[in-house]
């Protein structure tokens, strides 16, 4: 199992940068596929990048592309979100999950665990 908490959230103007953070506890976490999605208030949970086990695969949202970037450090046990240009639309609570099995994954039933999430505010 695996315990996933986000920070790094908060409250930054049209344009600012914010660079979010996911750190996971228990065992292998370097064998999970790791995501970030965000939620507006009353939307669905969206996808917005992806990163496989070893940090060597990404993947993005059509979105985001171009302006947000997700690492990992697996000797840190953390997968990061680094958020540039950011525009008020994407005003939302964060969230990253965990995968055990599915590469690439776009949609939230393929995570197996979830953080609380961290809630990012972009004013205009």
């Known amino acids: 199992q695996v315990q996933l908490v986000e920070s790094g959230g908060g409250l930054v103007q049209a344009g600012g940068s914010l660079r979010l953070s996911c750190t996971a506890s228990?065992?292998?976490?370097?064998?999970?596929?790791m995501g970030w999605f965000r939620q507006a208030p009353g939307k669905e949970r969206e996808f917005v990048a992806t990163?496989?086990?070893?940090?060597?695969?990404?993947y993005y949202a059509d979105s985001v592309k171009g302006r947000f970037t997700i690492s990992r450090d697996n000797a840190k046990n953390t997968v990061y979100l680094q958020m540039n240009s950011l525009k008020p639309e994407e005003t939302a609570v964060y969230y990253c999950?965990?995968?055990?099995?599915?590469?690439?994954?776009?949609?939230?039933?393929?995570?197996?665990?979830w953080g609380q999430g961290t809630q990012v505010t972009v004013s205009s």
């Open positions: 990163i496989n086990w070893s940090g060597g695969s990404t």
């Open positions: 999950g965990a995968a055990s099995s599915v590469v690439g994954g776009t949609r939230a039933w393929q995570y197996d665990y």
């Open positions: 228990g065992r292998s976490f370097s064998s999970y596929n």
